[in-house]
């Protein structure tokens, strides 16, 4: 069934044992969902269990499985789109872990637009021009991706939160290694160079269970079943005119936190959105994250 506003409720007020990982996102979770599996189950890195991804890590406000969160045992591992001001609050006691994972926010439309227009429940929306404005207003799924990225970044000190963004994980190794040190899991270094094979596009493409074609199967357009996307894929599809709307929109939304974001439009992924963390920053953008409780 459904994921209902009286089960939501019911999560939030046992949210203090609840909670042990959860991923925050818009388009390109499966990636970390991915990443978070293998990482705690070894069945699924030795291929000993055959369970869909959905399964190990579930969508908190899609409950398609009609699980038991409140009693699920650990590893909690949840995914979700919620934005900040929906997550139970014990989730700001900084006890749970929360993976952000922030991407280019025109790779993210573009993204969404492919993605949206494969579900046959949804929508279509032939005319990328008229789903691009609909994005920007966050007449969408999920609502408003500026809103959501505002809400996560200006209240990340009140969560036990690793920001890591889309083009970063292009370095696969390092960025399972930052996910395995932020949650204190130890693998060995044949158990390192198994998930980050297993979390590469090419592996994902071709197993049903991670790249959701057993899930969602009759609901994607057929022969149209994969939506991973590249870094960059919006210059494939956006007009000058195009472009030229979204960063005056997002300079707009965005100005009174122009110390958090740098809009440089001579960088090739037209964005940057800056994070302190450790001695980094965020400098791309998209949305996604994961969470742990102790």
């Given amino acids: 069934s459904d994921f209902t506003v009286i089960y939501f409720l019911k999560t939030r007020k046992h949210s203090s044992k609840l909670f042990q990982i959860r991923l925050f996102s818009f388009p390109g979770t499966v990636w970390t969902q991915n990443i978070l599996s293998l990482i705690y189950h070894e069945g699924h890195r030795d291929g000993t269990e055959n369970m869909e991804i959905i399964d190990r890590v579930p969508w908190l406000e899609y409950n ?44 993210v439309v573009v993204s969404y637009f492919h993605f949206s227009n494969l579900l046959l429940k949804l929508e279509t929306i032939p005319d990328f021009n008229i ?35 889309y083009e970063e994980m292009k370095d696969l190794r390092g ?3 930052e996910i395995c040190k932020f949650l ?14 297993k979390s590469t596009f090419d592996q994902m493409k071709t197993d049903p269970r991670t ?34 709307r979204f ?11 122009s110390s958090m974001f740098n809009w440089d439009t001579n960088d090739d992924i037209q964005a940057g959105f800056q994070l302190e963390r450790g001695e980094s920053a965020l400098k791309r953008m998209k949305v996604c994250v994961c969470l742990q409780c102790s």
């Fill in 211 to 244: 790249n959701y074609e057993s899930t969602l199967g009759n609901l994607l357009e057929r022969g149209k079943r994969h939506f991973l996307r590249i870094v960059g894929d919006w210059k494939n599809t956006m007009t000058v005119a195009q472009n030229e």
């Fill in 64 to 107: 398609i499985r009609n699980m038991d969160y409140v009693h699920r045992p650990s590893p909690r591992l949840f995914a979700t789109h919620l934005p900040y001001y929906l997550v139970p609050r014990d989730l700001k006691n900084r006890r749970a872990k929360v993976i952000y994972v922030a991407r280019n926010p025109k790779d």
């Fill in 184 to 197: 204190g899991k130890q693998l060995n270094e044949k158990e390192l160079d198994v998930v980050v094979e």
């Fill in 175 to 177: 960025a399972v290694l």
């Fill in 247 to 257: 960063d005056n929109v997002f300079k707009e939304k965005m100005k009174d936190l």
């Fill in 131 to 165: 789903f691009l404005e609909r994005f920007l207003a966050g007449k969408i799924l999920a609502g408003s991706w500026l809103d959501h990225i505002r809400g996560w970044s200006t209240h990340r000190d009140d969560f036990n939160i690793l920001f890591l963004t």
